[in-house]
């Protein structure tokens, strides 16, 4: 469980970091840039994080019904 939430922090504030650098890049107007980060790396660390969520609920609902 710890392992788990410890991973859900490190994506999340990699997902977080991405979200920044691509809101920079976009204030910057530097379009391929946020492209790039916003469409590829932000989102993909967006999604590790939330499969992780799901894991960690599905496993909180196990261990609280045994």
Same mark, same amino acid.
């Given at each position: 469980?710890?392992?788990?939430?410890?991973?859900?922090?490190?994506?999340?504030?990699?997902?977080?970091?991405?979200?920044?650098?691509?809101?920079?890049?976009?204030?910057? &107007? &530097?379009? &391929?840039?946020?492209?790039?980060?916003?469409?590829?790396?932000?989102?993909?660390?967006?999604?590790?994080?939330?499969?992780?969520?799901?894991?960690?609920?599905?496993?909180? /609902?196990?261990?609280? /019904?045994?």
């Amino acid at each position: 469980m710890e392992e788990l939430k410890t991973q859900i922090q490190h994506e999340s504030s990699l997902a977080a970091n991405y979200a920044r650098r691509a809101s920079a890049a976009f204030a910057e &107007n &530097n379009q &391929n840039e946020w492209w790039r980060i916003n469409a590829t790396v932000s989102h993909a660390a967006g999604r590790r994080c939330q499969q992780l969520i799901q894991q960690y609920q599905a496993l909180s /609902s196990t261990i609280a /019904s045994s």
